[in-house]
């Protein structure tokens, strides 16, 4: 089986013109002799900068085709995308609806999420303390055995409010206790030398 892979094309020369012809894309771009063509099959999503011009009917067909454009200021700052229409089951979204109504439907997806989110932190440490030296290895994997405590505690959650308070409680004691943390994850330099 071959897959394909579909490109990104990036558009940066000021005043160039696309258009759709066909099944192609059209390039046209000022004080440049002739035309380049592009196959609209092989373009994934278009990204355009500062003052290129669009057809409609290429806006048209990229949105039919749920082909995004993503349109940036000359310098690099987004300003706006289109996306086709999102087709979705109706009845599916009528059901998560009604399931938010209902307290123990509610419980039973936060519960679910709250664990994913622990087991997830759970594996990441444990791989950590598998390639940390000694010393720190034994409160790393204490830590993880914390997130044990609190996967078990999560699936028996009386409440909501129980398994927020658990989840925030857990964090910030899980990072105050890491030794492997020792600097802050920052790219901003000190104002203040300490």
Do not use: F
């Amino acid at each position: 089986m071959t897959t394909e892979l579909l490109n990104t094309l990036y558009v940066q020369t000021q005043g160039a013109d696309l258009r759709l012809e066909h099944d192609t894309l059209r390039v046209h771009l000022p004080d440049t002799p002739g035309r380049r063509t592009l196959p609209l099959r092989r373009i994934e999503s278009i990204v355009v900068y500062g003052h290129i011009n669009l057809s409609t009917e290429l806006i048209t067909r990229c949105a039919q085709d749920n082909r995004p454009i993503t349109w940036m200021t000359q310098g690099g700052s987004y300003l706006a995308r289109l996306d086709g229409a999102i087709h979705g089951n109706v009845l599916l979204r009528h059901a998560q609806h009604q399931l938010h109504d209902q307290p123990d439907a509610r419980l039973a997806i936060a519960r679910n999420i709250v664990a994913g989110k622990i087991r997830n932190s759970r594996w990441i440490l444990l791989r950590a303390a598998r390639d940390a030296a000694p010393a720190p290895r034994a409160h790393i994997r204490e830590a993880a055995e914390n997130l044990a405590n609190a996967l078990a505690a999560t699936g028996t959650a009386p409440s909501l409010d129980h398994i927020i308070g658990h989840r925030r409680e857990r964090r910030p004691r899980l990072l105050h206790r890491s030794p492997a943390r020792t600097a802050p994850h920052t790219r901003r330099p000190h104002l203040h030398p300490p």
